[in-house]
């Protein structure tokens, strides 16, 4: 009887246990991508315009005093929009670079929906348009969600970059699913991997590898196994006592110089 009993209390558990993996298929862009949506007038101002233009929109440009000594492309984590990473356009213009807050396809001003494939895509759009408007050197840097979008977009257009900088990266997205809900199958369940160890599995570009040490999102060992798997060449920092989202106000324009300086060091 007790047996008999058991049996109903099981099969609720399973089917509650098969709506939440059922959920997670079918909703996981939602536990990916947070975009938020804003109007161009309200991201532009403070040295930012729209980029390339208004109608054209794919993020916001900063230009350094006297002359840009270089390019270089953010692509920011999965929530928000580019006008919240206007402290990357301040410090890098002081290093004499030109700055392009990438945006999203379905973040800020920008219709579409976010996804690995349309955002890859869109990125590797934005490094060609970039090469064409301002030639070499060009930098890409991504945070992390950016750096899954740098590494990919990168390695596929590898001749028009000098270099790197993957802050706060991981080896594979599904690997960071899997710390954060180990129970769940999410190897199988996933559309979207980010496999930045694939994708850079040939790059011959210099690569920056940033962990924050403290990072309880993207815990720094998933950006230090994406670094060992790096043919190189490569460099690895890890910001002492950072957590994920406040690694920025523990460096300072030397740390940013001395990064700048490793990314465009010759790759041959």
């Not at 609720?12 to 059922?22: D, E, G, H, N, S």
């Not at 930098?139 to 257009?157: F, K, Q, T």
């Not at 694939?198 to 196994?225: C, N, W, Y």
Request: with cysteine; glycine share 10%.
């Amino acid at each position: 009887m007790k047996f008999t009993g058991l049996l109903p209390a099981l099969f609720t558990v399973c089917l509650i246990v098969m709506a939440v993996i059922a959920g997670f298929a079918i909703f996981q862009d939602r536990f990916i991508y947070f975009p938020e949506k804003a109007a161009i007038d309200s991201l532009t101002g403070g040295g930012l315009r729209a980029w390339p233009t208004a109608e054209t929109f794919r993020g916001l440009v900063a230009e350094p005093a006297g002359g840009a000594r270089g390019t270089a492309i953010i692509f920011h984590g999965n929530a928000g929009h580019a006008g919240h990473r206007s402290p990357y356009a301040t410090v890098l213009t002081r290093l004499g670079l030109r700055v392009i807050l990438a945006e999203y396809p379905g973040y800020g001003p920008r219709d579409g929906a976010p996804g690995e494939e349309s955002l890859v895509t869109d990125a590797q759009q934005t490094i060609a348009l970039a090469h064409r408007l301002y030639g070499t050197p060009l930098l890409l840097i991504g945070e992390s969600l950016g750096a899954g979008v740098a590494a990919s977009a990168g390695s596929r257009e590898r001749d028009k970059i000098a270099g790197l900088l993957l802050i706060a990266p991981w080896d594979q997205l599904d690997h960071v699913a899997a710390y954060h809900y180990p129970w769940l199958p999410v190897k199988w369940l996933m559309r979207d991997r980010y496999d930045s160890i694939s994708h850079l599995a040939s790059i011959d570009r210099p690569v920056l590898v940033v962990v924050a040490e403290r990072d309880s999102i993207v815990p720094a060992q998933f950006g230090k196994t994406l670094y060992n798997a790096l043919p190189g060449p490569k460099q690895l920092m890890v910001v002492k006592a950072a957590e994920h989202n406040d690694w920025i106000s523990h460096v300072d324009d030397a740390w940013w110089q001395e990064a700048i300086e490793i990314l465009f060091a010759p790759s041959h």
